[in-house]
């Protein structure tokens, strides 16, 4: 049965061929433009398969593999050669699952039959790498993206993930049952601005779920207030990008922090979240800041390029989550949220948290 994987299966595939043809990973800016100065010779690449460890490193102009006790020989010339093509192939319109027999023939030829790295392993990929500050050569582990298919998540919406505002008014019946009906392409801005219509505000109370909220408070303890703001400001803006925000978010200051001396207070908690969520905090699943395997991401950029961000270089890592991601309005259906509702005779309405990358 041939090989079949949508864009981002098959960018994997991408990625290890494009690192060990360039035998060096560059560091990326919040631009995802390449930091010349931040570049990393590879010394070992190591991908967990269905059959096992697979191990490459160099030998002059060989790349060496090794599969438990198999190993191969395969010229450096010959992964560039097969990148330039999967790279074509990957610019294509394709959608769904597809094959790419060339690129199949050529990775089955030194044993490796998946595209996917091992499900149970957080990172896609790890890497060996020198750096010449240091003279260490630590081991780093990447998650990869990829700017050829569909934008990925960087934090899943759930019901786990629902803010819950009270409403400081009163409202009728018959007009809740109307603003609940609101059925438009943007439904919940809709709804939220029928409510401040009437000089109603939503006042945050709450994160629905205990242990999310736990999450975010042990990140920051006005973290939930914080986010609450934020989607209040995201859903009256109609601005997404995360950085524009916290922007707003930053001169409306409703922590009422001081910032006469100006403090990036909002601005240095979001990038922490982030962080966080990019190393593996979820909502449903009690965090405790213990790296998940992953410490960073590889980025295929849309021209071929790959740049890398890692936890070990934390600034460039902070700033290109805060730079490249954006709140959307998930299913309101599916997590349970966007409708006004009674509750021990109080009116209350939800918001959801959900983050993605942008292009």
């Given at each position: 049965m041939p090989l079949k994987g949508n864009k981002g299966e098959w960018s994997e595939i991408y990625t290890l061929l494009k690192i060990l043809a360039d035998k060096e990973l560059c560091s990326g800016d919040s631009n995802l433009n390449k930091i010349e100065k931040l570049m990393?010779?590879?010394?070992?690449?190591?991908?967990?398969?269905?059959?096992?460890?697979?191990?490459?490193?160099y030998k002059d102009n060989l790349i060496i593999i090794k599969n438990n006790a198999e190993v191969f020989n395969v010229p450096v010339?010959?992964?560039?050669?097969?990148?330039?093509?999967?790279?074509?192939?990957l610019l294509k319109s394709q959608k769904g699952a597809f094959s790419i027999p060339e690129i199949e023939n050529f990775i089955t030829s030194f044993g490796c039959n998946s595209l996917k790295a091992k499900s149970s392993i957080k990172s896609d990929i790890k890497i060996v790498i020198h750096d010449e500050r240091t003279g260490m050569n630590p081991l780093l582990g990447f998650s990869i993206k990829s700017q050829l298919g569909m934008?990925?998540?960087?934090?899943?919406?759930?019901?786990?993930?629902?803010?819950?505002?009270?409403?400081?008014?009163?409202?009728?019946?018959?007009?809740?049952?109307?603003i609940n009906q609101i059925n438009s392409k943007s439904k919940i801005r809709d709804r939220f601005e029928s409510i401040a219509s009437m000089k109603a505000d939503l006042i945050f109370e709450k994160v629905e779920d205990s242990t999310f909220s736990n999450n975010l408070i042990l990140i920051d303890s006005n973290l939930p207030e914080i986010l609450a703001q934020l989607l209040i400001?995201?859903?009256k803006s109609k601005d997404t990008?995360?950085?524009?925000?916290?922007?707003?978010?930053?001169?409306?200051?409703?922590?009422?922090?001081?910032?006469?001396?100006?403090?990036?207070?909002?601005?240095?908690?979001i990038k922490r979240l982030l962080t966080d969520m990019a190393l593996g905090m979820v909502s449903g699943r009690v965090w405790t800041g213990q790296i998940d395997a992953t410490g960073g991401y590889l980025v295929v950029k849309n021209n071929g390029?790959?740049?890398?961000?890692?936890?070990?270089?934390?600034?460039?890592?902070?700033?290109?989550?805060?730079?490249?991601?954006?709140?959307?309005?998930?299913?309101?259906?599916?997590?349970?949220?966007?409708?006004?509702?009674?509750?021990?005779?109080?009116?209350?309405?939800?918001?959801?948290?959900?983050?993605?990358f942008i292009h």
């Amino acid at each position: 049965m041939p090989l079949k994987g949508n864009k981002g299966e098959w960018s994997e595939i991408y990625t290890l061929l494009k690192i060990l043809a360039d035998k060096e990973l560059c560091s990326g800016d919040s631009n995802l433009n390449k930091i010349e100065k931040l570049m990393f010779p590879i010394i070992k690449v190591l991908r967990e398969e269905s059959e096992g460890t697979y191990e490459y490193s160099y030998k002059d102009n060989l790349i060496i593999i090794k599969n438990n006790a198999e190993v191969f020989n395969v010229p450096v010339l010959e992964f560039r050669k097969q990148a330039v093509v999967l790279f074509n192939e990957l610019l294509k319109s394709q959608k769904g699952a597809f094959s790419i027999p060339e690129i199949e023939n050529f990775i089955t030829s030194f044993g490796c039959n998946s595209l996917k790295a091992k499900s149970s392993i957080k990172s896609d990929i790890k890497i060996v790498i020198h750096d010449e500050r240091t003279g260490m050569n630590p081991l780093l582990g990447f998650s990869i993206k990829s700017q050829l298919g569909m934008p990925s998540t960087l934090f899943n919406a759930s019901q786990s993930s629902n803010f819950i505002y009270s409403i400081n008014k009163k409202i009728s019946a018959e007009k809740i049952k109307e603003i609940n009906q609101i059925n438009s392409k943007s439904k919940i801005r809709d709804r939220f601005e029928s409510i401040a219509s009437m000089k109603a505000d939503l006042i945050f109370e709450k994160v629905e779920d205990s242990t999310f909220s736990n999450n975010l408070i042990l990140i920051d303890s006005n973290l939930p207030e914080i986010l609450a703001q934020l989607l209040i400001i995201f859903v009256k803006s109609k601005d997404t990008k995360i950085s524009s925000l916290v922007s707003i978010i930053e001169k409306e200051n409703p922590m009422k922090y001081d910032i006469s001396k100006n403090h990036k207070f909002y601005n240095y908690k979001i990038k922490r979240l982030l962080t966080d969520m990019a190393l593996g905090m979820v909502s449903g699943r009690v965090w405790t800041g213990q790296i998940d395997a992953t410490g960073g991401y590889l980025v295929v950029k849309n021209n071929g390029d790959i740049v890398c961000y890692h936890i070990y270089n934390k600034n460039e890592f902070e700033n290109y989550l805060f730079y490249n991601t954006k709140f959307e309005t998930p299913s309101s259906s599916r997590n349970n949220f966007g409708k006004i509702y009674l509750e021990n005779d109080k009116l209350f309405f939800k918001l959801n948290l959900q983050i993605r990358f942008i292009h």
